[in-house]
């Protein structure tokens, strides 16, 4: 019988690249938040992945951000570092031809962390029109940083996944798994709600918005067949509420129904969602706020 292997992967990168697309790809479940805006994930989440031969589990990591000036923004960047202690592999995501001062930025904490191996995962080469274009991409970024594995992904399409999935496993140590088989994540119930919530708002609202919300559940409540949930969404200024709100409530109800959706989907069970809006001024520099927000 071959041997079984398990261990850490975490998967880094300046913000943007797709890193948690990959994630969800990988383990083929939706458990990391993703939009077009840079800085959508906040924190660490863990997605396991378990085969008859293999565990895997990929650490999904906030894009690193240089010179952060909020507290927030360096809770972020420290939540990356931390995520690459003890960790067996490191999946650095650059996106095809774009390389630029901030994957520089991740290439200097690489340098200055011991990792034992670094893979160059090179995202959204559905984009490429030509494929020999990422040739002198590679070339490029490899006089960097030197890499243990480099493999082209699309993380949207799905093509590169399965390999880049087996190489991993291949470079793991030989381990009994650390979490059970059926688990999935490290993630609560309560947090997938606060998440998918925030994701909708990123999406639905513009300019400086969803950098300045969060949001907590106040409580969660299942009852069997169907979960209570009441949530608060946090905003810095007066003047956010009513934007949040929308006119006649509509933001809100859209952005609750689309977050109830996906709640669903995930719990297989109904939801109940009310939400509220409050104000707390300046929350995203202020360390006891972040820590009500679960940082
Ligand atoms: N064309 C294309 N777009 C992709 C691919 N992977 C991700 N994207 C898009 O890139 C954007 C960012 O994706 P995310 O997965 O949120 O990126 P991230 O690196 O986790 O971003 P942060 O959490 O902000 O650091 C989204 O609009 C994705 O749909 C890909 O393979 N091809
Ligand atoms: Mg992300």
Known sequence: MKEFRSGHVSIIGKPNVGKSTLLNQLIDQKISIV????????????GIKTSNNYQIIFIDTPGLQINPKFTLNRYMNKEVSNSLIFVDIVLFVVEALNWNDLDVNVVKLLKNTKTTKLFLVLN????????????????????EIEFDE?????????????????LVASCLPVSQPFYP???????????????????????????????????????????GNLIHINACIWVEKQGQKPIVIGKNGEVLKEVGRLARLDLEKLYDKKVNLKTW???????????????????
């Open 277 to 295: 809006v409050k104000v707390k001024s300046k929350w995203s520099n202020s360390k006891t706020a972040l820590k009500k927000f679960g940082f």
């Open 150 to 166: 480099i493999i082209p992904v699309s993380a949207i399409k799905d093509t590169g996944i399965k390999r880049l999935e087996e």
């Open 124 to 143: 959204k080469i559905d984009k490429i029109p030509k494929k020999n274009q990422l040739l002198s991409d590679i070339n490029a970024i490899s006089k």
């Open 35 to 46: 939009s077009r805006k840079p800085q959508t994930t906040r924190w660490n989440i863990n």
């Open 181 to 223: 088989i059926e688990q999935i994540t490290d993630r609560s119930e309560r947090f997938f709600a606060a998440e998918y919530i925030r994701e909708k708002l990123i999406i639905r609202l513009n300019d400086e918005i969803p950098y300045q919300l969060s949001v907590t559940i106040e409580e969660f409540n299942d009852t």
